[in-house]
Each structure stands twice: as C-alpha cells, then as structure tokens.
C-alpha cells in the first residue's frame, strides 16, 4: 500500500488509519537528519493542511507553531510510556491538556444516524488538535494505542506501531536503533 504524501520519511513501521495521522505528526521531528515540519510557517501550512490538520487562508503563526510542537512533544512523552519508558511527567502533558481544555468538539448526527463528535473549527490550530485527539480517544478504546511507541534510543524518539505479537517492541528499527543502543551499554559496562 502506497503511504499517504503527509507521512514523513521512510515509514516502515506504520499505524493503521487514522491513527498514522497521529504517528507522522509526531515524526514531523527527526531527530535522526534533525529536521523539522513543524519550525518553518510556510512548510508547516503544507504539511499541516495535507494531513487535513489545517483549513485556513493562511500559515500557522509562530505562536501557533509553538503550540503544535509543544502538543508533539506532550504525545511523544505518551508514546515514549507505550515503548516501556517512565510514564509522562504532569509537566510533559500540559500542552496536550491545555488543548484539550481549550477545544470545543461538536456532536453530529450523519445521514445515517451514525453518531460521530468532531472538532468544532474555533481557531484553525486547536481544530486540528482536536481531530488528532479524538484520534488518541478512539486508539485508546480500541487497544491500537498501546502498540504506538516512541523509540527507545534517546536520540530518535521516532513513533513506530508495533505489530508484533508480544507488543515487547522497543526500537523503531533493530538493526539501526535496537543495536545502537545494546552497543552503547556494553560500552558503558566494559568502561
Ligand atoms: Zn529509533
């Protein structure tokens, strides 16, 4: 299956939909080349509004972009627990519980009478928040949730779903990250 042009690099380890949208925003960061989608406001408005996260006439401000980044990160340190790290800190979560608190989701009743909460457009920024929101709500009922991780290496952190049987996958890639990381250790201990 060809990958929808929104999700960044080579993703090898993909979420199903819609949760993929929640994984490639949070690999808008890569720490592994050390770019980012979400720093430039002209980049940014591509990006978002390919992944249908941005519907406005415009590009997202600095302040808007602050905020995007800041709620990707509070989601990474969600993902980072997933992966079998320590659980967020209170301070890890702030962004994503202050645009929790600032969203306004809208009940909707479709043609047929499927029930359905959407993101009310308030600004253009918090709508998209919400959308990935109400994604993370579904995957967490779901049981899709616990297999998105973010990688165990401390330098790429990229989130990776995991489809293996025990869901005891820790590396977004064994053979880069996984022994990278069993290198360093035996380094540490052999010091
Ligand atoms: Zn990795």
Same mark, same amino acid.
């Given at each position: +299956?060809? +990958?929808?042009?929104?999700?960044? &690099?080579? %993703? /090898? @380890?993909?979420?199903? +939909?819609?949760?993929?949208?929640?994984?490639?925003?949070?690999? /808008?960061?890569? &720490?592994?080349?050390?770019?980012?989608?979400?720093?430039?406001?002209?980049?940014?408005? =591509?990006? #978002? /509004?390919?992944? !249908?996260?941005?519907?406005?006439?415009?590009?997202?401000?600095?302040? %808007?972009?602050? #905020?995007?980044?800041?709620?990707? %990160?509070?989601?990474?340190?969600?993902?980072?627990?997933?992966? !079998?790290?320590?659980?967020?800190?209170?301070?890890?979560?702030?962004?994503?519980?202050?645009?929790?608190?600032?969203?306004?989701?809208? *009940?909707?009743?479709?043609?047929? &009478?499927?029930?359905?909460?959407?993101? %009310?457009? $308030?600004?253009? *920024?918090?709508? !998209? #928040?919400? $959308?990935? *929101? #109400?994604?993370?709500?579904?995957?967490?009922?779901?049981? $899709?949730?616990?297999?998105? @991780?973010?990688?165990?290496?401390?330098?790429?952190?990229?989130?990776?779903?995991?489809?293996?049987?025990?869901?005891? =996958?820790?590396?977004?890639? +064994?053979?880069?990250?996984?022994?990278?990381? @069993?290198?360093?250790?035996?380094?540490?201990?052999?010091?």
């Amino acid at each position: +299956m060809a +990958m929808p042009s929104w999700v960044p &690099g080579q %993703e /090898t @380890k993909p979420a199903p +939909m819609p949760l993929l949208l929640v994984q490639s925003f949070v690999n /808008t960061w890569d &720490g592994d080349h050390d770019s980012d989608l979400l720093l430039d406001p002209a980049a940014a408005r =591509g990006w #978002l /509004t390919a992944a !249908g996260l941005w519907h406005a006439d415009r590009a997202p401000d600095p302040a %808007e972009l602050d #905020l995007a980044r800041r709620v990707r %990160e509070s989601i990474r340190a969600t993902l980072a627990a997933n992966g !079998g790290g320590p659980p967020p800190a209170s301070g890890d979560l702030q962004a994503l519980q202050a645009a929790a608190q600032a969203s306004r989701p809208a *009940l909707q009743v479709g043609p047929g &009478g499927q029930v359905s909460l959407q993101a %009310e457009p $308030t600004a253009p *920024l918090e709508a !998209g #928040l919400v $959308t990935l *929101l #109400l994604v993370i709500r579904d995957a967490q009922r779901d049981g $899709t949730w616990r297999r998105l @991780k973010a990688c165990g290496n401390p330098d790429c952190r990229w989130a990776f779903y995991d489809r293996s049987h025990s869901r005891a =996958g820790a590396w977004c890639d +064994m053979a880069t990250c996984g022994n990278r990381i @069993k290198n360093r250790r035996l380094r540490q201990r052999q010091r």
